[in-house]
């Protein structure tokens, strides 16, 4: 689809499986990332990626931003990281005797937080306006984001040492938290040959992806998402698995009501990956571990008995009544 | 054994000082039995420690645990040396392979663990007793001085810790002041170095303090048959025998004349006691044991309780006793009548039997809430298949009634009627609770509340046959479509759905 008119729902499962498609072509295994990934961009969400360093995670947003023509920024987050660096800022022109704005690197469509928890609280908190309300202020004055506007961050699960932790505010600003790990034998050896075979660098490159859309495309698929019907049953059942998570005993705090919201909105962008038209219980169950786990906090008990919390969501997910009609 | 060729002073001795006589020995003989330690140990020291590179304490401690085998060979050293000095450590060397195997399994397993193993190696190893007869003798010889091996034991495990330590602080006393050494303590503790390093100071320091250990306990065993056999009253008739013998031949004759009287005089006592009737002997022992030598009277003061029985008696005397005795006797006296008293003593007394039954409680209840706690652990699926049979038949899934006395009889007919009033979404759903009673009561499947349309669909996969398994997936596409999106599904698919209805519950009874 190259011209900007509305698709149809059909065209927009076209749409989404032949983007699925083309980041297949670069992205060796960690297709349930990928899903993911692509549920938030088509749900308007942020993403926080977990797994070790080597695993694709540049590749990921370069190659997601390559399918649909858009800017990706990076940005390295560092203990000296300051806000600014970020946002970007005001300097005196002496030609003009003006001050310019020289715009930071989260003016983009795909912005790569890496290692965001390296950065202290300050820095970190300059991304959260810029998550939430999609603008920028510099100097006071406010700039809109690009459209559409997607943050991946990223976090080291080892090597905490020296890091900020991010606050509960900030994390609840993320749609979705979703783990990266290593690859299958067969995916490894698959990326390997690839990687190997006729290249002189040791990493993939994007070029074999070509645009699918333009990035003005992209607010209408997410439109398309948004519109997906939800029968009362399933708002029903995604509430239901959020407020048991305020209740359940393995949790010091459960998850909050922009859970909920985006609970739904990850189903919705689910179901139109699974090329359906409406939201089943499944498409809600399917997306609770990576909407909740960063929303949730483990009891100490629970953290000392060695309990993950992908765990305990399971175990709460169990005892949590599937629709009832 | 000849008493006679002792090296040793023999007299009794206390233990302490039988110890100490047995640490001299140590030095004295320590080159030989340092090597009768060191040439079997060393090569078994290496060959462990090559085995077991990587955990070099492993080495150690089964060197530790066979140190008996080679004591033993101290021990039948410095038992022959005790007699004889001349003695060689290669004579006990040739002979190594019986003394090493003697009793070999009771004395890696059994007498390994025993505290005063120094005091009684001599009776298995020496006396070669065995089982029950060794352990009478043993509790003959132990009735004294097995606590001061006891000691011995615990003595020699520290001076064993101490020189490992000892080691250490050499290596580190050594290092040049100027020399700056930077480096924690925490880091020697991670030192790939640390455990090699300590396995060979325990081996070294092992090897040390063994000599001591077997001569100290061997001397305590020697001193403690020396109270028991006096072996020093032996020795002493056996040079009084011997002395004049030696010194001069001719007091021999001087001696017989001497002894002549004395040897006749058991003669006429005897010849006196055939004359005596029982009576008169009777009458003569009494008489002799009235007399002073039998009946010395010594006066004795101090403090002590008497029997209540001889209070009375002793009342008059009473009286004459001290204010401190008198009061103590008071206080004796109230503290035997007084009925609190009584009860508390009771309840002390019973004290130690209900402690052990509050400990036994515990460990009872300690050990039943292990087991709980690791059930998952201990039985695998024990409790999980208890609560998946009692999952195992819902009576409601998703808010449908699945009993199956809930259905009707004939269900197609009921839900083709359903359908044809246009209650499509009634006659789907029967159908669909038909299908999952179906699959609850006949095909036992683990269905339970939380599992959404399609995790029954995957469960049935693993369980039923494939045409069934393809005829549940359609149900549940149309059911959802119909629940979920209200898109209802064409005539010709009901239709499809009630035909192959019968084939999905042939293997059920009917519905």
Redesign the interface.
């Known amino acids: 689809m190259t011209d900007s008119a509305t698709p149809t729902l059909e065209q927009a499962f076209a749409l989404v499986q032949t983007m699925r498609a083309q980041i297949g072509r670069v992205m060796v295994g960690q297709q349930a990332v990928v899903d993911q990934v692509l549920c938030a961009l088509l749900a308007s969400g942020h993403v926080l990626v977990e797994g070790v360093p080597g695993l694709g995670k540049t590749l990921l947003v370069k190659a997601l931003a390559k399918c649909f023509d858009g800017h990706f920024g990076r940005i390295q987050f560092t203990p000296d990281l300051m806000p600014s660096d970020v946002t970007g800022h005001a300097l005196y022109d002496m030609k003009t005797e003006s001050f310019k704005i020289r715009k930071g690197p989260v003016f983009t469509h795909l912005l790569l937080a890496d290692e965001i928890n390296r950065a202290p609280a300050k820095t970190q908190a300059a991304l959260l306006e810029v998550m939430q309300e999609k603008q920028i202020t510099i100097e006071g004055k406010p700039f809109p984001a690009l459209t559409p506007f997607m943050v991946l961050a990223t976090q080291n699960p080892i090597e905490q040492e020296g890091t900020y932790p991010l606050p509960e505010a900030e994390l609840d600003r993320f749609m979705l938290k979703v783990l990266i790990d290593y690859p299958s034998e067969q995916e490894e050896q698959a990326l390997v040959r690839q990687v190997t075979t006729g290249r002189v660098q040791d990493t993939l490159s994007v070029d074999a992806i070509s645009a699918v859309m333009k990035a003005s495309d992209v607010p209408a698929l997410q439109a398309i998402t948004a519109n997906i ?1 939800v ?1 009362d ?2 708002f029903d059942y995604a509430v239901r698995i959020v407020r048991t998570s305020r209740q359940w005993h393995s949790f010091s705090h459960g998850a909050g009501p922009r859970a909920s919201i985006a609970l739904i909105r990850v189903a919705r962008a689910q179901a139109l990956l699974q090329q ?7 498409d809600v ?1 399917q997306s609770t571990l990576a909407t909740l786990r960063h929303r949730v906090a483990l009891t100490a008990e629970m953290e000392i008995e060695g309990v993950k919390t992908d765990q305990a969501l399971t175990q709460m ?9 | 054994m000849d008493l006679g060729k002792i090296t040793a002073r023999v007299r009794p001795r206390n233990p302490h000082e039988a110890a100490d006589l047995g640490i001299v020995m140590a030095r004295q003989w320590f080159r030989p039995l340092l090597l009768l330690g060191v040439l079997p140990s060393f090569p078994l020291m290496l060959l462990l420690f090559i085995l077991f590179y990587d955990q070099p304490w492993w080495a150690a401690l089964i060197l530790w645990w066979l140190k008996p085998l080679w004591e033993t060979l101290q021990l039948q050293f410095i038992a022959e040396a005790l007699f004889n000095p001349q003695m060689q450590w290669r004579t006990v060397m040739q002979q190594a392979r019986q003394h090493l195997f003697h009793d070999f399994f009771a004395k890696l397993l059994v007498q390994r663990w025993s505290l005063s193993r120094s005091f009684n190696m001599p009776v298995g190893e020496l006396e070669r007793l065995k089982g029950s007869a060794r352990s009478r003798r043993l509790s003959t010889l132990h009735r004294d001085a097995s606590s001061t091996s006891v000691w011995l034991t615990l003595l020699g495990n520290t001076i064993e810790g101490l020189l490992v330590l000892g080691l250490f602080g050499i290596v580190w006393m050594l290092v040049p002041m100027k020399l700056e050494v930077d480096f924690e303590f925490a880091d020697l503790l991670d030192s790939p170095f640390l455990f090699p390093t300590l396995a060979w100071g325990a081996y070294v320091a092992m090897a040390l303090v063994s000599p001591f250990y077997v001569c100290s306990g061997f001397m305590l065993y020697i001193n403690r048959r020396t109270w028991l056999e006096a072996w020093d009253i032996e020795l002493t008739f056996r040079q009084l025998a011997s002395k004049p013998l030696q010194t001069s031949s001719n007091g021999a004759a001087v001696l017989l004349l001497l002894a002549l009287p004395l040897l006749m005089l058991p003669t006429s006592e005897s010849r006196a006691a055939d004359t005596l009737t029982p009576e008169q002997s009777q009458q003569q022992i009494i008489e002799i044991l009235e007399g002073d030598d039998f009946n010395e009277m010594k006066e004795k003061k101090g403090l002590r309780w008497i029997d209540p029985e001889r209070r009375n008696e002793k009342q008059d005397d009473a009286k004459e006793d001290s204010f401190i005795a008198r009061q103590l006797k008071k206080l004796r006296n109230w503290l035997r009548n007084s009925a609190t008293v009584a009860t508390v003593l009771d309840w002390l007394g019973a004290l130690p039997k209900l402690l052990e039954a509050l400990l036994w409680g515990t460990v009872i209840a300690l050990l039943a809430y292990l087991i709980y706690r690791f059930r998952h652990m201990i039985a695998p699926g024990w409790l999980g298949e208890a609560s998946l049979a009692k999952a195992a038949r819902p009576t409601h899934l998703f808010g449908l009634e699945l009993n199956q006395k809930s259905l009707p009889d004939d269900m197609l007919t009921h839900a083709r009627a359903l359908w044809q009033q246009q209650r499509q979404r009634e006659a789907l759903s029967l159908l669909y609770r038909a299908a999952l009673s179906q699959l609850v009561h006949q095909d036992h499947l683990p269905l339970e509340d939380c599992h959404t349309e399609s995790e029954c669909v995957t469960l049935c996969r693993k369980q039923v046959d494939a045409p069934r398994t393809a005829y549940f997936q359609l149900l549940t596409r149309h059911w959802i479509t119909l629940a979920y999106a209200h898109q209802l599904p064409d005539n010709a698919s009901f239709e499809q759905l009630c035909q192959q209805w019968p084939t999905f519950a042939a293997s059920g009874v009917n519905v």
Request: glycine content about 0%; overall charge negative.
């Open positions: 019907a029968d049953a399933v359906r038209n409406f939201v089943t219980p499944d169950k997910l169990q005892e949590v009544e599937a629709p009832r009609l």
